[in-house]
């Protein structure tokens, strides 16, 4: 009888056929020349392939608790996403999945760092399937939001400068083929356009104040079902305020070592040195990787397993969703990299912190080298953010970077992340109307509008992901304090680290559960 492994093994087939674009950003083969199939006829039976898969699951005889523990997570895992697909309807609400999806199938091949005629091939490939996907994309689309009507017509300026890349590089090689690339191009750009104008005024948009909310119902399941919380969006709602005026509070301490006269946000906002573009900050973020990296070392925290990381600039389409910088693993044919949109030049030390090593490259090497697939692929998002936070914590405790000023910056930081868990609860539970997150944002924090419309946007298409940052690194602290007055005298970081990375990225109350510590 299969085990959870298998199943699990199973579910990603699956997945990867379903979104062959994030199969090419993995580097799984035979899947670089498709773009998916995600009409009602496509989804009903991903469902149930889905739901066969749970079932399977759920029906798993398991024999000690690593197996419970895996098993409750990839039948939680397979939850979510068919509460996804039943409840939610993403692919008939949202227009920015259709445009996201082609660029990231576009981009994945771009970022390839040998590409070769076969990355040529797939490329010419998929721009020629445009106009089928966004044909399906047009009679898929029902209501969709305003907010995210906005974000794919952003997000389809960024696909037209991708297809451009794309004929820039590969022309030549196009040129050599039976087909040439000229006449797929010419199509898959009108298509943009057909389906720029079919959002503009022929698929009309759900202007509700609440129509981009996923729901209290909803967030509640993937708080309980995703991150095996116990707690319902309320509570983890009415904590992320709590968090908030706290962090503020030491905001305003550490403001005041530096100038008791003024108010914190002028303090920092003096401090501030520009907003770097990306091409100007890329020398700065690699550097600061590496200084992290050194500290990290020097302090005895394990990073000779972390492999190097690459900073590179962020593309059109992903500065709609991200102001800043993320992390993107490593595929088998393209680096670990973090993508870097542009940021404020004192708030890097601790982007590297937290995107790096100890921070979240660290944690996806750690997870990539378990031998258990299931602990190797199935993630919930508050394990490797809360992680991050976490790492940028420790850090701080051990001295790096502990000039006030950047110290401050730390803490700045640290509120961001506390407002953006406020925001993202308050617009999916219709709290917020999207104009209020924005204001809630501007209000409280020291960023302009444009970065806090951004936040938004990210907050409206991940519903609960800024939200499992702030859930993660709480449980991650707990576990450790309580690792900690369980072992006394025995405890060592390096041992409660080594037995947390163990589980790679399952929830952290899962992770308490197999180190005993449930009850």
């Known amino acids: 009888m299969a085990g959870a492994d298998d199943l699990c093994r199973s579910f990603l087939d699956l997945w990867f056929h379903f979104d062959p674009a994030a199969a090419t950003r993995a580097g799984i083969p035979g899947q670089d020349e498709r773009l998916g199939s995600f009409d009602a006829d496509s989804i009903r039976l991903h469902v149930a392939a889905l739901r066969s898969i749970a079932g399977a699951v759920e029906d798993l005889d398991v024999e000690d608790t690593d197996d419970e523990i895996d098993r409750t997570a990839l039948l939680d895992h397979l939850r979510v996403l068919l509460f996804r ?161 706290e962090v503020e509070q030491e905001v305003v301490a550490l403001a005041a070592t530096i100038d008791a006269s003024r108010p914190w946000r002028e303090v920092y906002e003096r401090l501030q040195n520009g907003n770097g573009s990306a091409d100007t900050m890329l020398p700065s973020v690699g550097a600061a990787l590496g200084a992290a990296r050194r500290f990290a070392e020097s302090e005895g925290l394990d990073a000779a397993s972390a492999t190097p990381l690459v900073p590179i600039e962020a593309t059109a389409y992903e500065r709609v969703l991200e102001p800043a910088a993320f992390y993107r693993p490593a595929g088998t044919l393209t680096p670990a990299m973090v993508v870097v949109a542009g940021t404020e030049r004192q708030v890097v030390p601790w982007l590297a912190v937290r995107l790096g090593v100890p921070g979240i490259h660290l944690h996806r090497v750690r997870s990539d080298g378990l031998s258990r697939p299931v602990r190797r692929h199935i993630a919930a998002a508050s394990t490797p953010l809360g992680w991050s936070l976490y790492a940028a914590e420790l850090m701080a405790s051990l001295g790096y970077s502990a000039e006030p000023e950047s110290r401050l910056a730390e803490r700045v930081l640290f509120l961001r992340d506390a407002h953006l868990a406020v925001v993202d609860l308050g617009l999916h539970t219709r709290q917020f109307t999207p104009e209020d997150a924005v204001g809630h944002l501007t209000s409280h924090l020291p960023v302009d509008r444009r970065t806090a419309e951004a936040d938004v946007r990210r907050i409206a298409c991940f519903p609960v992901e800024a939200c499992a940052a702030i859930l993660g690194w709480r449980e991650l602290i707990r576990l450790r304090d309580d690792v900690l007055a369980a072992r006394g005298a025995g405890f060592t970081l390096d041992d409660f680290h080594d037995a947390v990375l163990a589980y790679g990225g399952l929830p952290v109350p899962l992770i308490r559960w197999g180190l005993g510590l449930d009850g």
């Open 85 to 245: 697909f039943e409840h939610e309807h993403p692919w008939r609400r949202n227009p920015a999945l259709w445009v996201r999806h082609a660029c990231e199938a576009l981009d994945g091949l771009l970022a390839r760092e040998v590409p070769d005629a076969g990355t040529a091939s797939a490329l010419l490939a998929r721009i020629r399937a445009l106009p089928r996907f966004f044909t399906e994309a047009r009679a898929t689309l029902r209501r969709p939001p305003l907010l995210l009507v906005e974000v794919a017509l952003a997000e389809l300026e960024g696909l037209s400068t991708l297809i451009l890349a794309a004929r820039a590089r590969f022309s030549a090689v196009w040129e050599a083929l039976e087909d040439h690339g000229g006449k797929p191009v010419i199509e898959a750009n009108e298509a943009i356009a057909h389906l720029r104008e079919a959002l503009r005024s022929e698929i009309t948009a759900d202007t509700g104040p609440g129509a981009a909310a996923i729901g209290e119902d909803e967030v509640d399941r993937r708080l309980h079902y995703e991150h095996a919380s116990v707690h319902n969006s309320a509570e983890v709602w009415r904590a992320a305020l709590r968090l908030a005026l």
